[in-house]
DNA sequence: ATCATAGTCGTCTGCTTGACGATAAACACT
DNA sequence: AGTGTTTATCGTCAAGCAGACGACTATGAT
């Protein structure tokens, strides 16, 4: 058979752009790069880069997020923690226009990671940064002053990250994702400020321990004990086998 | 500025296929099509093609379901019911070499629509069929005879497929979404047997009814009734304006 | 008239949740 | 050592929801 003639459809560039979520300090926050070529230039956007031609999506994604954070990507399908984050793919992207000089369809991935000591893009420490998500879509509440007002993201990211935000923040309704978030040992406490960062509410210590504790395949008990977030030592978990919550994490309203 | 340099990244084929689900006789069935020419000519298909230079993806996905089906698709944030059929994108395939011909790159939408005539591919009547799902799959008892079995879907659209089938599965359970399988007016009966063909499952009517009539939002009364399913007239509804239903509709264990 | 079919309203029981009291075990002070 | 603070963990209680299922209603078919 004889390939497409190629002035029969018109060429696309394809590119990945990387949602890379974490909690630090209590805040839901993403991973952002400067950039450093028109258009956009100097602005703030989302990791990402050309599919190459031998590549298939998800190895773009994990290739980018590998070379942005240095952290490797787990298959969703076989969740051993290790120093790996999740990595799934969100929406893709391919409003003709979005990217001024061409036409360029974006599949986008969403990440999901522990807390990093510090974002290492490539080579210049400065020009990549986790920056809280309420920040970024300009939500209320988010900034610390008044005149931290950050520029708008480039390029439609702005509309990625609120669906990588809304993505997480309903996934970890009924799934075990949160664990993701966390250290490969981590404590109740810990797992439910996830929550907390997540949905930006707080939830009740009490009925959140019955929850998970009680939700079998949830938690595994690792043996161990730590007083890091102080107060009473607490029990040390590892994530379980089961992946989907049922029932759910019920979502407090508003 | 400059556009890029085209030799700077790989040239991709762009295209939308299509996961055009409805509810027949009892039975989830998707919509494909019979491939006229190769790779994988007289093969049944989902049905899609090439997006346009200008064209949106959603806009692509929209004319190839109306091309198709002549069906109008309605915006997912817009739900009125109408003669639309819901449409949503669903994932992006890119695999090198899904398609031996070229590197092709698919974003998948899926599309609800309530019960059709017949469908309509391009003026060719047995090039296009509503196939139930459980066919297409090869999932054990969905054959009405053992010498049945059909071919294997072209490229990975069984994959696309499965996906799509089981993002509406899921959907249905917290959101309303199952109305779109429904013609603008239907019965509470009608509703539930919707929730039967797409999980596979029998559910009490009389749970049922009080679930979907006690969900504020998910059902308004038309005032009419009707006697098309035989029995005792049933009240007509129409699809409220709830989109989410919380507390979600509870899928039976297997 | 009788039966079959489908729709609708109730009841009861067990489970889950949300609100919240109480206790336990660490650390930081004085 | 004692006191306060912090965090973890266990228990109790009432409200709400789901599953199982009985009862009744209104139509068409025989």
């Not at 031609?53 to 773009?60: Q, S, V």
């Not at 400065?126 to 520029?151: I, K, M, Y």
């Not at 404590?187 to 019955?210: C, I, K, Q, S």
Request: aromatic fraction near 8%.
């Amino acid at each position: 058979m004889s390939p497409y003639d190629p002035s029969a459809f018109p060429a696309f560039a394809v590119t990945v752009d990387l949602v890379v979520l974490t909690v630090r300090r209590h805040a839901l926050c993403a991973l952002v790069v400067r950039r450093g070529e028109p258009p956009f230039q100097g602005r703030w956007a989302l990791p990402g880069g050309f599919v190459r031609g031998d590549e298939d999506l998800a190895e773009a994604a994990a290739r980018e997020l590998s070379e942005e954070t240095g952290l490797c990507a787990h298959d969703p399908l076989s969740p051993e923690p290790g120093n790996g984050a999740h990595l799934e793919q969100l929406a893709t992207y391919g409003e003709p226009g979005r990217d001024p000089r061409m036409r360029v369809v974006s599949v986008a991935h969403l990440a999901l990671s522990p807390d990093l000591p510090a974002p290492r893009a490539g080579g210049d420490a400065n020009s990549a940064r986790w920056a809280p998500v309420a920040e970024l879509l300009n939500q209320e509440g988010g900034f610390a002053r008044e005149d931290e007002q950050p520029a708008q993201l480039a390029f439609d990211h702005a509309r990625i990250l609120a669906d990588g935000v809304e993505r997480a923040r309903s996934k970890i309704e009924y799934s075990s994702l949160a664990t993701a978030f966390c250290p490969p040992e981590f404590t109740v406490g810990e797992l439910r400020r996830v929550y907390e960062a997540v949905w930006g509410v707080a939830l009740d210590p009490r009925n959140f321990h019955r929850k998970v504790t009680g939700t079998p395949g949830f938690l595994v008990p690792s043996g161990g004990t730590t007083t890091r977030q102080g107060g009473r030592p607490a029990q040390l978990f590892r994530a379980g086998g089961a992946t989907v919550l049922n029932p759910p994490m019920l979502r407090p309203e508003v």
